[in-house]
């Protein structure tokens, strides 16, 4: 009987260390808090854990800061009783108890012993900014110039002192390069690690989060967000955090002088070495003075800290279920230390962006934990070795939840990746008509090269829809396009407008050399040489009908006073808003200022009654093409591709040149080197103008279309990168040279093309979570990056780019043939209207650009014509005498056949009376 209550006593003892592991509710609880810099991670390690116990367990977590953290767990301590056990059993910080908490542990001591700080893992801040043109190489930083940036003393960019550590510092040429500080609230992660950086990187500038500047903008959690769209600033976040947005880092400068170094490219060997040396292994005591910033070692980022497990080290005094709870801290502190966690290949701090502390200081801690953790005599103790024991913490055991979110995290990026790639990158502009065939042509160049789909549009809607629709006064100035485009620079007005009411900045990006000029229609009769002369003011006369015939003495006298025949003179002009008519007329008023009556800009109320409107471009060289003794103003190349003659003008230093003689680009270099070229690309450009600029062989009427974009890109998404991509492009070599003077345009200046990309580009800000684009030329990328998303190939092309020149060789070719044959038809009398422009000769002289294979083809072409034309007219004579003769011997058959049925007829008409008369005889028998 005494065997059997033995027996029983000991069935019941088990049965009781056994239950403790369920608690009173079947499921054992744990309560934790911890910093919101880790709490999505602390989440997921948890979770993790629970699913490896072979026991139900349930582990709550609250997120709020290291700092109420440990508010939370100091004063659960000092409530805890014998009678009533911990609400909160551990916390996560990277802020060690003061001296004031460990008292609450300390005070309490026979319930809960010491506190006890278990490092878990190693965090890594980095200071981070935003400046334009300098995000490619990383900017440097000290201790004490960030202090002294924090408290105000460094307000400027430009800083000398700032300057000294870059040296390379990009300058975009904007009016204020003040420094807009960004602040964490007190007690984030990064403000007191920040904040401890520096108390010991630089003591001689101390630094309180009360001492910051006052002019600093407190942005909370949204420190990454406020970064990315507010240029000129600086702030301060996980390292992680920042490098995951592609927000610019600092290098900044270690605890060995002169080395700078990003968060991301810490030696974690070295930094595990030195961090053995730093970091306690007593687990009990005081941890308030342990720092692990600016460590002595070679290549570690200075601003490091520790996350810490604190718990309480007695769990033996508060019940048997208090007491498994402590079993379950002790064996969640072993699950922090296994590979799971610390692998520095497939390991969850790795994922987290945090790093692991190294097996030298993990081994310490360890001896220490055995002996300074008091467990309950009646808890069951887990382990970490696999099996199925319900004590057992198995790496073997998971969940559905656990393993499909590992399996669904791997499926979202692979399908992330598979609509980043299949998703085409989208642009939209507005403008120009004039560059239209341009910025058509450079966008399929630039689909045709890029790896990545793309689909871009352009409207040519006119100059005033380009300058419209990026203002966007309508729409409460939020502009549905991404860059507007236009003939002339955006007007004083409305750049105010945008810029000092709107807040929005905008640059002028120029977009080529466009030439124009006035084109006359007179016939070779009466001008064999096709060379006319005229200055800016008999130009001024004829354009506001003082000057009606061609003989007029003003015309003689510009061209060595021989006079053309007394023709009246038809004036054409374009009726709608036009960027071509505000080029001419604003020529007309700087070249001609005290004769010019009609002012300038887009559309003029006030042209001449006798004068013909024109409704667009190509209907303006067609009616001066089809008008004999007309004149017309419109793009050089629409001129010469109809071959118009065009006018030589007199420019400023007395030379008479056309676009084809005269010096373009020279134009736009005098601009340049002017005073009139602003000095920041972010103020107005309402001013800048290539007309009449000085120079010998300077061609006088140039226009210099620009396109308008917002810098702040931020919230346009990958189109604000595809744009700074395109922009690029377009103002490279390729795009400059090749595709602008196949279209009759020419290229930028070199001095333009360089101050545009290397003071206006870097100020646009893209949104950093865009992935750049990359251009391959000259040679492959290595490792054959150059197959890869987003990069523009310079090997790359398609075959409808590829025959675009020929095509539009061919075109030009054949549009000057059609030319020539109108004009032979005119010159023989055929239209009394037509053109006395082409000849013969001359057609052959403007085909001179044009590859001679095609003028062959050409050639061929009019033959087989012309054949084809003979054999239809051989045709057709046959074919009206066949007709006479047909209609001929059809009347004669008509005439025979009525003279034979009359007679035919009669004798009919007797049959059918007799009939007529049987058949009665037959009926009335």
């Not at 939370?72 to 060690?96: C, G, H, N, R, Y």
Request: charged share 15%; net charge neutral; aromatic share 8%.
């Amino acid at each position: 009987m005494r065997a059997i209550s033995l027996f029983a006593l000991v069935a019941l003892l088990w049965a009781g260390r056994s239950a403790a592991q369920y608690g009173t509710s079947g499921v054992l609880t744990l309560s934790g808090e911890g910093p919101a810099e880790t709490g999505a991670s602390m989440l997921r390690f948890l979770k993790v854990f629970e699913t490896r116990l072979g026991v139900p367990a349930r582990i709550t977590y609250r997120v709020t800061t290291s700092v109420a953290a440990d508010a939370s767990i100091s004063a659960d301590v000092a409530a805890q009783t014998a009678a009533s056990p911990s609400k909160l059993q551990f916390a996560m910080t990277e802020q060690p108890l003061s001296s004031a908490q460990r008292a609450s542990f300390s005070g309490n001591a026979a319930v809960v012993g010491s506190s006890v700080h278990f490092p878990v893992y190693v965090n890594s801040y980095g200071l981070f900014y935003n400046v334009p043109g300098n995000r490619v190489t990383p900017l440097n930083i000290t201790a004490c110039l960030a202090a002294r940036i924090l408290t105000g003393d460094v307000q400027e960019w430009t800083h000398p002192d700032f300057l000294d550590k870059n040296p390379g510092f990009v300058k975009t040429g904007t009016d204020s390069y003040k420094i807009t500080v960004l602040m964490d609230t007190a007690t984030s992660g990064s403000t007191l690690a920040v904040l401890g950086w520096l108390a010991k990187a630089c003591p001689s500038v101390p630094v309180t989060y009360t001492g910051v500047r006052a002019d600093a903008v407190a942005v909370g959690s949204n420190m990454i967000a406020s970064l990315q769209s507010t240029g000129y600033s600086f702030g301060f976040a996980m390292g992680s955090v920042g490098r995951a947005a592609s927000v610019s880092e600092f290098a900044v400068e270690t605890a060995t002088a002169g080395q700078y170094l990003q968060t991301g490219s810490t030696n974690t060997t070295n930094m595990q070495v030195a961090l053995a040396a730093a970091v306690p292994t007593t687990l009990s005591g005081d941890y308030s003075t342990a720092t692990v910033v600016s460590l002595s070692a070679d290549r570690v980022a200075p601003i490091l800290t520790v996350g810490y497990l604190v718990t309480k080290s007695d769990w033996s005094t508060e019940g048997l279920e208090e007491g498994q709870r402590g079993e379950l801290v002790r064996a969640l502190c072993a699950f922090f230390q296994s590979s799971t966690i610390t692998s520095s290949s497939t390991g969850m701090l790795n994922d987290a962006g945090l790093l692991a502390l190294g097996s030298t200081l993990v081994s310490a801690v360890n001896i220490t934990a055995s002996s300074v953790f008091v467990s309950h005599p009646s808890a069951v103790k887990y382990t970490t070795t696999d099996g199925v024991g319900a004590n057992v913490v198995s790496s073997t055991r998971s969940s559905y939840e656990v393993t499909t979110y590992q399996d669904l995290t791997a499926q979202m990026a692979a399908m992330k990746k598979q609509l980043d790639v299949g998703a085409a990158r989208v642009m939209r502009g507005v403008g120009s008509s004039a560059v239209s065939l341009f910025m058509w042509r450079v966008f399929g160049e630039l689909k045709g090269r890029s790896t990545t789909p793309l689909h871009m549009v352009y409207r040519a809607a006119g100059s005033g829809a380009g300058q419209g629709e990026v203002l966007a006064k309508a729409n409460k100035y939020q502009s549905l396009v991404d860059f507007g485009a236009s003939d002339t620079p955006m007007p004083d007005a409305t750049f105010t407008e945008l810029t000092n009411t709107a807040k929005v900045p905008i640059v002028h990006i120029p977009i080529l050399l466009a030439p124009m000029n006035f084109f006359v229609n007179i016939p070779d009769s009466a001008l064999p040489s096709r060379l006319i002369k005229m200055s800016p003011c008999t130009i001024a006369k004829i354009m506001q009908a003082d000057i009606t015939s061609w003989s007029h003495a003003d015309i003689a006298a510009d061209n060595g006073g021989v006079a053309l025949p007394d023709q009246p003179i038809t004036v054409f002009y374009r009726q709608l808003s036009s960027g071509t008519t505000a080029v001419i007329t604003e020529y007309l008023n700087r070249a001609c200022a005290g004769t010019w009556r009609l002012g300038s800009g887009g559309l003029l109320s006030n042209w001449p009654p006798t004068f013909k409107p024109t409704a667009n471009a190509a209907n303006m060289s067609t009616s001066v093409f089809t008008t004999s003794w007309s004149i017309g103003y419109m793009d050089a190349a629409n001129g010469l591709d109809v071959n118009l003659i065009e006018v030589a003008v007199r420019n400023k230093d007395g030379n008479y040149v056309t676009s084809q003689t005269g010096d373009v680009p020279a134009a736009a270099t005098a601009l340049f080197k002017s005073d009139a070229w602003p000095k920041s690309p972010l103020l107005s450009f309402a001013s800048v103008s290539c007309l009449n600029q000085p120079g010998a062989n300077t061609f006088p009427i140039v226009a210099m279309p620009f396109m308008f974009v917002r810098t702040d890109l931020t919230s346009r998404g990958d189109s604000g990168a595809l744009l700074v991509a395109y922009l690029t492009f377009m103002l490279d070599t390729f795009a400059q040279n090749t595709i602008a003077k196949a279209l009759g345009f020419e290229p930028l200046p070199t001095e333009v093309r360089q101050y545009t990309t290397e003071r206006a580009l870097p100020l646009l800000q893209v949104d950093t979570r865009s992935k750049a684009w990359v251009f391959e030329s000259g040679s492959t990328l290595s490792g054959g990056k150059g197959s890869t998303d987003n990069v523009i190939s310079g090997f790359g092309g398609n075959y409808e780019n590829l025959n675009a020149q020929g095509f539009a060789d061919f075109y030009k070719a054949y549009n000057l043939a059609q030319n020539r044959a109108q004009a032979t038809k005119a010159a023989s009398g055929g239209n009394s209207t037509g053109s006395g422009s082409g000849s013969g000769g001359n057609y052959t002289a403007v085909l001179s650009g044009i590859p001679p294979d095609l003028i062959d083809q050409l050639d061929n072409l009019q033959k087989q014509v012309d054949i084809l034309k003979a054999v239809a007219i051989t045709a057709a004579v046959f074919g009206v005498f066949g007709l006479s003769l047909a209609i001929f011997t059809s009347c004669r058959m008509f005439v025979h056949m009525s003279l034979n049925g009359g007679v035919r007829r009669q004798k009919s008409i007797s049959n059918f009376s007799v009939g007529e008369g049987s058949m009665g005889s037959e009926k009335s028998v």
